[in-house]
């Protein structure tokens, strides 16, 4: 097997035949007509592959190829082997077998060999080659840089460092993944061509976009996050809060209940110190009573006596008693006037006891008047009958009210239905309404947009449907219409009709339907969901359209009248826009030409050029190209034109569509007036139902208020109630005030009383016995048993008289010894014992609080059993209520949220921040990465464009810009008929010869923009038919042969005649057969075939 570099084609350089084969050159070689010419080759630049030799390689024993720096072209029969170089540059320059398809090394080893080889020797930097080795078996590898031992990673650095990148498709297109190209997604496409444009730093830029862009998404969702918890923690703060505050509540209650349960003893206790005083008291005032009582009955004993001893003593003495008379006179004058004054004494005690009483009215009075009100109180309670009929009563006008209330309700819904059944049908009046003024405008337009509605033409274009919908769209949206102007077909028109066909033909469909702005700025203020939704061309048009090599006063001495610019009407942004675009400022137009003026038009002057390279005279358009054969004539292209579609053109609505709107205007007409009666039903619905609606709502309002006047006497009953309870209590506390103040004083008074009533009886005695002494002794005188009977009569008035004395001092011991005895059973209460048990457990909080609580209820009068008991049943009612609202874990669940809302107080910031500055990285990455990018994606469109249509009708390189930078993605477009439009380039759209010449022009679209030193394309023009394969070829020779940076490789099975040559090219041919003498293999001109006829 041999390789033959072949440096030329042709028997010489000076001007190449057209049509010249490379089979007619290798015959003219044969028959040694001509020497082999080895033209100055331009020279190596770094990362240029100069050489590869490789040994034991797939089908090789030892092949070398010698390589040109522009263009080496590999041709061979199948099977022979040529995709063996693009494999060893593959993996002599550190790629994986996956690349090329290949499962594993072993597979590159020459059948019957253990070990292969493959040399590359490379043009580095400073103009210094270097030589890169790989020697391998099936498990290893050996590496060698300028025969020096190195790893893999120092080759693939290398590598790298030169840009070659094996894995991106735009530099390396193996047989194997030639099919992949066109299966690549629009965003890994982006990606690739990144990678080979310039240096690679807008791929590098729109990665970090992704990666920033995924942190930030990643950040602005952790600090929704966080915001999000912080409002469902500061609600559930609130929540806990409102908890902890009722559990506190519980709390300080149950605290209060605990200390009050304790104080309880104190309060019994308290009472009973108090019921100890009192009996002690009446107990000592009891002795007292009985100690005086002795001591005033002892005289009335005596004088019974003595009364005895008198009679006794008068039996003897009658006659003495005369003498004795006269002294019992003085006697019982003496004893009157001692009466006299123990009368007078009694009278003035009763007097100021008397005083004493009226002292105490005033707080009877204050009883009187509180028994009056509380008398008041319940006749009031009474009168407003039982609370249980009152409360039915209550509950059945709820009821009542619940029930009305609901078929107000009901009667109001059905009121709202009619309503909204009412505003319903006017909206629907209004927007039928509107959609006649829309019908009749369509009748009556002179908007040149209605050309574009598919509904008014006919036609299923995609261009016209999406460019007719955004201008609508648009169009709702007046606030942005100062930052774009409308496609040409809609704002521009032509000032004379025979000119609108060729102008028409000359400008691009998508120009004519294109969005004309005059910034990015301009372009960024429309929504990008308005591309996304319609694929309407845009056209960003910053600087004038430049101006014509040939002014137009000059043109006349052509034969030309002006060019076709001058007849547009329009915007002057839209119509520099079509002239950047259309070059319709390049083309004069004359209404006809003669043949000699055509001629010389035609005719190059001394520098090999022509005026105009496309013109128009009348209806035709001639385009003048210039052979890149021979003697490079020109040859010029007429196309006639007869008729336009949009320029030129009055908007006439067709007779279909005319009929066809008036249809729908008598549609809509009808429709409104059915709305319109729906409407008027519903009108009389609403007339007929509003008396049943103020109806019910009268009678609801009716029983309403019913409802709260018996409510309200329920809610009076109860006010009264307690009322009454509260006046009971002051009743009772004035009448203990009034029996505690008076007793002590009237005690005092009346004890003085029955002091004077014990005096006045012994001076009534007295008193008596005189009189007694002179009645008897008068008596005895006349009658000696009067006179006994008298002095028996005495004896037995003073016996009366010392036994009721005796009877009340019976009362008096009684009295004494119950005091005694009570005074001796509460000298150790329960109380005390319950204390003294309690004191043993207190702590000293305990006992601190407790001590305050009691000294607070004793300042007040207020520590007794009955308050106390009263005040522990009330603070339980309150405990109740609480129970049930307060959750014991609320406290901690309340640490735990008001914990977590601080570490988000404290965290927040910094995420806020982050998000900040990952938003000021993407937009500054953004602002230099997008404008570049944008622009080499205009540049590659142009590129592709214009080599492209020589193969095929249109082409176009798309940049779509998406929400999220990973779905930016870049679009090749093409259409291969006229007819068609054109579509995305896919595995599914196209044929593979179609892929295939449409990949190979990609290719070639982006040389210039890149810095890939290599570019290996192995039989692309598979399944391409001749005419694209010469033209594909014609293009890529010459791209790859002209003054840039990089090194093509094509490797192809067949060669068509005909073919595009350059002289720095090289075509390595692949021999196998009988010629080849395998031990000239080292010779130079082993194959040079003129030794052998």
């Not at 010449?997 to 290996?1016: N, W």
């Amino acid at each position: 097997m041999v390789v033959i570099p072949q440096h030329s084609h042709r028997p010489s350089f000076d001007e190449p035949s057209p049509g010249q084969t490379l089979d007619g050159v290798l015959r003219s070689v044969s028959n040694g007509t001509h020497k082999r010419h080895k033209p100055n080759s331009p020279p190596f630049k770094p990362g240029n592959i100069m050489k590869v030799t490789v040994t034991n390689f797939t089908t090789y024993s030892y092949a070398e190829f010698s390589l040109s720096p522009t263009l080496n072209m590999i041709i061979g029969p199948n099977g022979t082997g040529k995709s063996t170089l693009v494999s060893a540059i593959c993996l002599g320059l550190g790629g994986k077998p996956e690349l090329i398809k290949r499962p594993s090394l072993k597979d590159m080893i020459k059948s019957g060999e253990n070990r292969a080889e493959v040399t590359i020797t490379m043009m580095g930097n400073g103009g210094r080659s270097f030589v890169i080795e790989r020697s391998f078996d099936a498990k290893s590898s050996e590496w060698k840089v300028d025969n020096k031992k190195v790893a893999e990673r120092f080759v693939q650095t290398k590598v790298k460092e030169l840009n070659i990148q094996l894995d991106n498709l735009c530099h390396f297109l193996p047989q194997e993944r030639v099919a992949e190209f066109a299966g690549l997604s629009p965003e890994k496409l982006l990606l690739e061509t990144q990678r080979t444009l310039k240096n690679g730093d807008l791929h590098v830029m729109h990665e970090s976009l992704i990666a920033l862009e995924k942190d930030r998404d990643a950040a602005a969702e952790d600090l929704k996050n966080i915001v999000d918890n912080v409002d469902k923690l500061t609600s559930e703060r609130e929540i806990l809060q409102e908890e902890v505050e009722r559990l506190n509540q519980f709390n300080d209650k149950a605290t209060d209940l605990k200390y009050h349960e304790l104080l309880l003893p104190y309060a019994i206790s308290n009472d009973d110190k108090e019921k100890k005083r009192m009996l002690k008291k009446q107990r000592d005032d009891a002795k007292a009573k009985l100690n005086a009582f002795d001591n005033n009955a002892d005289p009335l004993h005596k004088e019974v006596t003595l009364c005895l001893r008198k009679v006794d003593d008068l039996k003897a003495q009658i006659f003495e008693l005369r003498s004795e008379i006269d002294q019992s006179k003085e006697q019982y004058k003496r004893e009157s006037s001692t009466v006299q004054k123990i009368t007078s004494s009694i009278q003035e005690m009763k007097e100021e006891l008397q005083r004493t009483k009226i002292g105490k009215e005033t707080i009877r009075k204050e009883l009187e008047l509180l028994n009056s009100d509380v008398q008041d109180l319940r006749t009031k309670y009474n009168e407003l009958g039982e609370l249980d009929a009152l409360t039915e009563e209550r509950d059945e006008f709820y009821k009542l009210r619940r029930d009305k209330n609901s078929t107000v309700t009901e009667t109001m819904g059905r009121l709202e239905a009619i309503r909204d059944n009412i505003e319903s049908q006017e909206r629907e009046v209004s927007r039928l309404g509107f959609k006649i003024k829309e019908q009749e405008a369509v009748l009556n337009t002179k908007d040149k947009l209605s050309m574009l509605n598919p509904s008014s033409n006919g036609s299923n274009n995609p261009l016209l449907s999406n460019a007719y919908h955004i201008h609508q769209e648009l169009r709702k949206r007046p606030e942005l219409k100062q930052y774009y102007f409308e496609s040409p077909v809609v704002t521009c028109d032509v000032t004379e009709k025979s000119v609108a066909p060729v102008i028409e033909k000359i400008i691009n469909p998508s120009t004519l339907m294109s969005l004309t702005f005059t910034s990015e700025d301009a372009y960024n203020k429309i929504p990008n969901i308005l591309f996304k939704n319609f694929n309407s061309p845009t056209r960003i048009i910053v600087e004038q359209a430049s101006e014509p090599q040939i002014a137009k006063s000059q043109i006349s001495g052509f034969g030309f009248q002006c060019y076709l610019s001058d007849f547009l009407v329009g915007p002057s942004e839209v119509i520099n826009m079509i002239n950047s675009n259309s070059k319709l400022n390049w083309i004069p137009y004359a209404p006809e030409l003669s043949q000699d003026q055509v001629a010389r038009l035609l005719n190059p002057d001394s520098n090999g050029r022509i005026p105009f390279m496309r013109f128009a005279v009348g209806n035709q358009l001639i385009t003048v190209h210039k052979s890149k054969y021979g003697a490079k004539q020109f040859v010029s292209v007429t196309e006639t034109v007869t008729r336009s579609k949009f320029f030129g053109k009055e908007n006439v609505v067709p007779g279909e569509v005319k009929k066809q709107t008036q249809l729908a205007i008598e549609s809509l007409k009808s429709q409104q007036v059915i709305a319109q009666d729906a409407k008027m039903n519903h009108e009389a619905e609403k007339e007929q139902l509003l008396p049943l609606v103020q109806q019910n709502k009268n009678a609801f309002a009716d029983i309403d208020k019913q409802y709260r006047e018996v409510k309200e006497q329920i809610q009076r009953k109860s006010r009264i109630k307690e009322k009454i309870e509260r006046t009971d209590d002051l009743i009772k506390r004035k009448t203990r005030e009034l029996s505690s103040s008076e007793s002590s004083k009237l005690n005092k008074y009346r004890k003085r009383i029955l002091n004077l009533n014990v005096e006045l009886a012994t001076g009534s005695a007295s008193k008596q016995a005189a009189a007694v002494d002179i009645t008897s002794k008068s008596v005895e005188l006349n009658n000696l048993v009067l006179e006994r009977f008298q002095h028996e009569t005495r004896a037995s008035s003073i016996k009366a008289l010392v036994e009721e004395i005796d009877q009340y001092k019976e009362e008096l011991v009684k009295l004494y010894e119950e005091a005694n005895a009570n005074y001796r059973n509460i000298r150790e209460s329960d109380a005390s014992k319950k204390i003294k048990e309690q004191k043993k457990h207190y702590t000293e909080k305990e006992e601190r609080d407790l001590a305050k609580l009691a000294e607070k209820y004793l300042e007040t009068n207020s520590l007794n059993q009955i308050y106390v008991k009263n005040k522990i049943q009330l603070i339980r009612d309150e405990l109740s209520v609480l129970t049930a609202a307060a959750d014991r874990n609320c406290i901690n669940r309340l640490k735990e949220v008001e914990a977590k809302l601080e570490e988000y107080e404290n965290t927040l910031p910094r995420y806020e921040k982050a998000k900040l500055d990952l938003d000021a990285r993407i937009e500054k990455i953004q602002s230099e990465w997008e404008p570049e990018l944008t622009k080499l994606v205009f540049r590659i469109s142009l590129s592709f464009k214009k080599k492209f249509v020589a193969v095929a009708s249109d082409g176009e390189v798309r940049l779509k810009k998406q929400e999220k930078f990973k779905d930016w993605r870049l679009e090749i477009l093409v259409k291969f008929r006229q007819e068609s439009e054109l579509k995305i380039l896919d595995r599914q759209s196209q044929s593979g010869g179609e892929r295939a010449v449409s990949t190979i022009f990609f290719v070639m679209a982006l040389q210039g923009l890149t810095q890939a030193p290599v570019r290996i394309v192995d039989e692309i023009n598979q399944g391409m038919d001749p005419t694209n394969e010469k033209q594909a070829h014609k293009f890529l020779v010459h791209t790859a042969s002209k003054a840039s940076d990089s090194q093509y490789f094509l490797v192809t099975p067949k060669l068509l005649t005909g073919l595009y040559y350059h002289p720095s090219m090289k075509i390595h041919c692949i021999f196998t057969g009988p010629l080849i003498d395998p031990f000239r293999k080292n010779d130079v001109d082993f194959m040079d075939f003129t030794d052998l006829h």
